[in-house]
């Protein structure tokens, strides 16, 4: 009976293992990256992005994101940045509910479209988020706004879809190992 108990906690930790893999990555711009010309809005457009979310910039030499204040966002002022990373890979998570705001630093790259504003909600709810500019945690930047609605959806769906595999392929592996695990008892 103890083996049996001890069985049935190593499942459920097994399975809450599996549960934060559901948070979504999404590859900005899709197989455009971050660049200039891309529309952002439109890239944003049908996705809802949630604390746990993470952001990948994917950009060559010559190129910064940069986290900032809606003010300086609006007005492509790359000064005040709250974070900046130029490493051609940023990857971000975003961990604080509420807008967060990206831009290129580099001159006239805001202006000719780098600039990425998100609306990043609490949890898996329908809760409307605070509306304001919030830094991530790790001092790298996150962003929040909704936008067009023209939808890419191929990166969120095919990132989605391994969550929910992954998860699944972990919960048949742990019933598996239960159900033979029983029988030998």
Do not use: Q
């Not at 949890?123 to 067009?148: L, V």
């Amino acid at each position: 009976m103890a083996f049996s108990g001890a069985l049935v906690l190593a499942s459920l930790i097994a399975i809450s293992m599996a549960l934060p893999t559901l948070a979504t990555v999404y590859t900005v711009g899709d197989s455009s990256g971050w660049a200039i010309g891309a529309d952002y809005s439109s890239w944003t457009g049908g996705k809802t992005f949630y604390v746990g979310d993470t952001v990948v910039f994917n950009y060559g030499a010559g190129h910064t994101v940069d986290e900032v204040k809606e003010s300086d966002y609006k007005s492509c002022t790359a000064g005040n940045s709250i974070s900046t990373d130029s490493s051609g890979a940023t990857k971000i998570t975003l961990k604080t509910a509420g807008n967060h705001y990206f831009i290129c630093s580099v001159p006239g790259h805001c202006s000719g479209g780098m600039k990425l504003a998100l609306t990043v909600k609490a949890g898996k709810d329908t809760t409307p988020s605070t509306g304001k500019a919030s830094p991530s945690d790790d001092g790298t930047a996150t962003t929040a706004t909704p936008t067009t609605t023209t939808t890419t959806t191929a990166t969120k769906s095919n990132s989605a879809s391994t969550s929910i595999v992954t998860s699944t392929v972990a919960m048949l592996i742990v019933s598996w190992i239960t159900h033979y695990a029983l029988r030998l008892v």
